[in-house]
């Protein structure tokens, strides 16, 4: 692992650490400050990122076989975690977004804190053009689906304990309605029609977004400490291991599969679409887990241990991939 990375990572945890004490210590008061965080990343920074960075995307750039190779099996692990996960939630008790929150947990990768350095330092500016046009779409298309799938079984279970009466047809209108007026999608879908418009964004337009969009990295790992002196780990440790071998062995593996023998990719794209893959647990992961309120120990935990893992996983791929020539 480069100088960078390392760097990098060690960052990332002093970060972290920093938000475990100001939480140990209450700094920020007792009534669940790391709530009112996320919620100011979920309803401020992370709607700027996200709208600036599709309002900026050359579509016609795109690698598009490349990023299909990435996304196809991305997607795929992650409606299999979710149906798993769909299947055997009531019985354990769980919340209706738990499917979800696992399905993210297992999919979403740290493509900017880590990936960003990452690629750059391993596979030069030729790499990093074509992690950055996967980072361009990660969150919009892992977000979107994730989100609809959560406002589905929100719907679904407020309809089974009798809090709605409505038709099958207005729970949907309604489910539609939730998962497009999201402070997720909601900016996605608005810069995408800015995009496609062939608009550019004023120059303080562009500036306002990017200074609200740097607040994001930050936040999220003083959140991430913040949840670790809150909710520990030792309650949601299993399911956390579970998660990070998904997310640093088994995603990798299918994203090589079939980027290597399914789309053909050789040399840089396919080590850039593995390393990708082979990312540790994105902040988003716990984000989305405190705004529904589900799983935000196991989230939390999941983060922690696959940046760990990483370290050591990263070294298995590249050795891998160098081996595959």
Request: hydrophobic share 60%; proline share 4%.
């Amino acid at each position: 692992m480069s100088t960078v990375v390392f760097l990098k990572l060690v960052a990332i945890f002093v970060v972290v650490a920093l938000g475990w004490v100001v939480g140990k210590a209450r700094w920020l008061g007792e009534n669940d400050p790391a709530r009112v965080l996320a919620n100011a990343a979920y309803y401020i920074f992370v709607p700027a990122l996200l709208f600036r960075t599709t309002a900026r995307i050359d579509l016609a750039a795109m690698p598009w076989g490349t990023v299909i190779a990435f996304f196809a099996p991305v997607l795929v692990l992650l409606l299999l975690v979710y149906a798993w996960e769909r299947r055997s939630h009531r019985e354990r008790g769980l919340p209706a977004a738990a499917p979800s929150v696992r399905a993210i947990s297992a999919t979403f990768g740290n493509s900017v804190q880590v990936g960003i350095p990452f690629a750059a330092a391993l596979f030069g500016e030729a790499g990093l053009s074509i992690h950055v046009a996967l980072v361009s779409l990660h969150a919009l298309t892992l977000l979107t689906v994730l989100t609809a799938l959560v406002e589905l079984d929100l719907a679904r279970e407020r309809r089974t304990l009798g809090h709605s009466n409505a038709h099958l047809f207005a729970t949907l209108g309604r489910t539609m309605r939730n998962t497009i007026i999201h402070p997720v999608v909601l900016p996605v879908l608005g810069g995408l029609a800015w995009n496609l418009a062939g608009l550019s964004l004023p120059a303080i337009a562009d500036e306002i977004l990017a200074t609200l969009a740097q607040a994001v990295v930050p936040l999220c790992l003083v959140l991430i400490g913040m949840s670790l002196a809150y909710y520990g780990v030792k309650e949601a440790a299993r399911g956390a291991v579970v998660i990070s071998l998904l997310k640093l062995f088994v995603l990798p593996a299918l994203v090589l599969a079939t980027a290597r023998w399914g789309f053909g990719l050789t040399g840089v794209p396919l080590a850039v679409v593995v390393m990708m893959a082979a990312l540790p647990v994105g902040s988003n992961a716990l984000i989305f887990s405190q705004r529904y309120s589900a799983l935000e120990a196991e989230a939390t935990a999941a983060i922690v241990f696959s940046t760990l893992g990483f370290v050591a996983s990263a070294s298995i791929w590249l050795a891998l991939l160098a081996w595959l020539g």
